[in-house]
Structures are given as C-alpha cells and as structure tokens.
C-alpha cells in the first residue's frame, strides 16, 4: 500500500475523497499539480481547497506548477472567501498556475479571486493547452 493510500484509508471518506482530487501529474517531464474542483458541491469545494493548500505549503519556493480544473462546480460566500485565502497563501509556492472550465457566473469568482490574491491565473480551454502553458520553458 502506498503512504498516500495508507493515509487515505485513515481519513473520514470526505477528506479521502479530496486528497484523491489533489495529485502530481507529469507532462513533458515536469509535475503538474492538478487540483481537480470539478462537479464539486461547496463542502467538497473547501475540502480540496484546504488539501491542495497542505501539498503546496510542503513544496519549495516558486516551485509549484498548478492545473485548476473547475468545471461544473459550485460555490457560495463562505466558499469563495476560503479560495480567495488559500490561493494568496499558495502565491510564495507557485512558479505558474493555470486554470481550465470557468464558465457562467464562475468568472465573476474567478475574476475576484485573481483581485484579493493580487496573482494572474491564466484561463485555457482545455487542459492540453494549459498543461502546454504551464510546462514551456
């Protein structure tokens, strides 16, 4: 069993369900941290904000490459304040960070979490143009 499997199986089902939505990928040789939102209610939404804030504070400096795919998710107040947190908080971890499926009303969110975190997320249609984005150089 791996740690990651073994620490999951000591979690509430809850917490083990957002710890899955937070994982390395790799793509032309580099990991990627997905941070997978998608179809989130707002409970899940908050859980996988505090997990991917967890595996960002453990890297280094400037270090992270993050792929934010929040297609079909729902949020509220307490939601957004706590996205708009941890997405200032991640800031001194990140090298660049990508976001995939705003759509709607969603970029009202997305537009004011770019203003409160003081960071510019770039916006892709797809996750094969982010994870290009996000892997050049």
Known sequence: MSSMSA??????ASHAAAAQRVRFI????QNVLL??????DVTMLK?????GHRVIARELP???????DVTGTSFDGESVAVLKSRVAANAPYVKRAAVIGISGLQALIYAGVQTFSN???PLFGSRAEALQW???D
Do not use: F, K
């Open 47 to 51: 859980l996988v904000v505090e997990e």
């Open 7 to 12: 620490l999951a199986s000591q979690m509430p």
């Open 62 to 68: 400037n270090s992270v490459l993050t792929l934010n």
């Open 134 to 136: 996000l892997t050049q």
């Open 119 to 121: 960071r510019r997320i």
């Open 26 to 29: 790799t793509h032309a040789g």
């Open 35 to 40: 941070i997978d939102y998608s179809n989130c």
